[in-house]
């Protein structure tokens, strides 16, 4: 096979047909079949020891239940093992095997691959970080990197890794376990602002051979105050699902394959990308953080994707995450914080500052506490308040949770209609500085408030009060709304889709919500400044 993916067909024959008959992927290609009931949480999935990496049903070919023939076509990536199938009867919660299929492998199964961008601790350094199958001991990581028309030179990239122990619980310790392989990062430093630069992953062996990444190209970021064209993308809870059919563990982000090739289509009109918490959904099921960031690779290749933690990032019971449900799988943020880079302080404290031409962000972790006279309220305070808004006149608050306003069904359910005492925490905060917009995930669904203060709209344009926006539609299962709709909300949609700001200049911001499915513009505002 090749070196990133590769479409297998899979032919299978058996006496007698059933409707729970089912094939698995396996990687690595050796696994153990036995039964492992209670492993897996409540979710649908085959209940074994050796989770697969995806499953069809027998019966998802045409023909089989008739004959007891059929065909079916896998989409695989590189994921650094190999990989076998196996012939399962008895459904998914009493599988038992029949067959399992010859080994099959990658060209190069240990290649540098999905390479994704994000921006440094300074406007004018860019991170690039890939997984490969390359230890320190083996071979030297690197990105080569420059102008057209320049001499590249090469940037050196950290290498780190995490096993078993290193996560807090069940599945992810456990039938859901993989090896995750090793996470580099390069620093790109002192780049000329929005000028064109190339550049390719790579790594040198000890014999000087080069294993060579596909070249790739991106845009370096304005500079704080830069007047200029400048686009920001942003949505939550986006997850991912398979091109070829086929099932996975926690398998309910129907829409994830529709946001993410709306965002590639228009990804010529795309200068950064937020997505802001409940990343891959991989929920203890490691395997899954490979299937996510191939997915997203042509667009995290591209422009800059910056994250933020989500409660199916990090949340698990007594791991200091705020929150105590099991959300993340065991995970507790561990890969997400090494597969992705962010400017963070503090690896686990998940909340940072990002300066961006006229834009600063101030993105918020939910998931630690945020409550008035902690380390993070502190950092939000230094955050908002110290922007030079003549300079960079948009300000934006960014977190995963709803510490704002949402009408979402569980959040109005108890008249809150956000997280208990956010805005109690927060309010404040955002009016003391006079932040512009806040974006938040995690209700599944689209919804946008007037500029809005203690429950009451205000005059836009005095800055008096923040335009609240719920873009958690990115692909997961959509939440439901409240009956009625507060006084101010001004807009809400239950589907799929992702938000997109556009600033050209310090007197106007416009915000534009857009469908998943088409990609057109539903909702829209623009903000006017003296």
Request: glycine fraction near 10%; charged fraction near 20%; charge should be negative.
């Amino acid at each position: 096979m090749g070196e990133d993916t590769a479409w297998v067909t899979v032919e299978f024959k058996i006496p007698r047909a059933s409707d729970g008959d089912w094939i698995g992927v396996f990687s690595p290609s050796n696994f153990n079949a036995s039964t492992c009931p209670g492993s897996h949480g409540s979710g649908p999935g085959p209940a074994i020891c050796s989770a697969p990496i995806k499953y069809q049903f027998a019966n998802y070919s045409s023909v089989y239940n008739r004959s007891g023939t059929g065909a079916l076509k896998f989409q695989l990536i590189n994921q650094r093992q190999d990989f076998s199938f196996g012939f399962f009867t008895g459904g998914l919660s009493n599988p038992a095997l029949v067959a399992v299929s010859n080994r099959i492998v990658f060209a190069n199964p240990k290649a540098p691959v999905y390479p994704r961008l994000a921006l440094g601790k300074t406007w004018n350094e860019m991170t690039v970080t890939w997984t490969s199958g390359y230890g320190i001991s083996e071979a030297h990581p690197f990105v080569e990197w420059g102008m057209k028309g320049s001499h590249p030179v090469h940037a050196p990239a950290d290498t780190v890794t995490f096993g078993r122990e290193s996560l807090c619980g069940e599945p992810a310790r456990s039938v859901g376990w993989r090896d995750p392989g090793f996470i580099h990062t390069a620093f790109l430093k002192n780049l000329s602002p929005e000028k064109e630069y190339y550049y390719k992953i790579g790594h040198t062996l000890h014999d000087g051979k080069v294993v060579w990444g596909k070249p790739k190209s991106f845009r370096a970021p304005p500079y704080p105050g830069q007047k200029s064209l400048q686009r920001v993308v942003i949505f939550g809870d986006m997850g991912k699902d398979e091109r070829d059919g086929s099932n996975e563990y926690q398998n309910y982000q129907p829409a994830s394959l529709n946001t993410t090739d709306a965002l590639i289509r228009d990804l010529d009109n795309t200068d950064i990308v937020f997505h802001i918490g409940d990343i891959s959904y991989a929920n203890g099921y490691l395997s899954q953080w490979d299937q996510f960031t191939q997915q997203v690779e042509p667009i995290t290749s591209r422009v800059p994707y910056m994250i933020a933690s989500g409660n199916h990032e990090r949340d698990f019971p007594n791991s200091g995450s705020l929150y105590n449900g099991t959300d993340s799988g065991g995970e507790c943020g561990v890969p997400a914080e090494t597969m992705y880079y962010a400017p963070t302080e503090k690896r686990d404290n998940f909340w940072y500052s990002m300066d961006y031409g006229m834009f600063r962000f101030c993105v918020a972790d939910s998931e630690h506490d945020w409550r008035e006279g902690t380390e993070q309220y502190r950092f939000l305070d230094r955050c908002l308040g110290t922007v030079d808004r003549p300079k960079q006149p948009w300000l934006v608050f960014i977190a995963h949770r709803v510490l704002g306003y949402s009408s979402g069904f569980f959040y109005g359910f108890d008249g809150a209609f956000a997280e208990p005492m956010a805005r109690q925490s927060l309010e404040g905060l955002w009016r003391r500085h006079r932040v512009d917009v806040a974006f938040y995930g995690h209700v599944h669904q689209y919804e946008r408030t007037c500029p809005v203060y203690e429950e009451r709209c205000v005059p836009d344009g005095h800055g008096q009060g923040t335009v609240h926006v719920v873009v958690g539609g990115g692909g997961s299962h959509l939440s439901s709304f409240t009956a009625v709709a507060p006084p101010w909300s001004v807009y809400r949609e239950m589907d799929y889709g992702f938000g997109k700001l556009t600033a050209s200049d310090a007197r106007s911001l416009q915000f534009e919500y857009r469908r998943s499915s088409d990609g057109k513009v539903y909702d829209s505002f623009t903000l006017h400044r003296d």
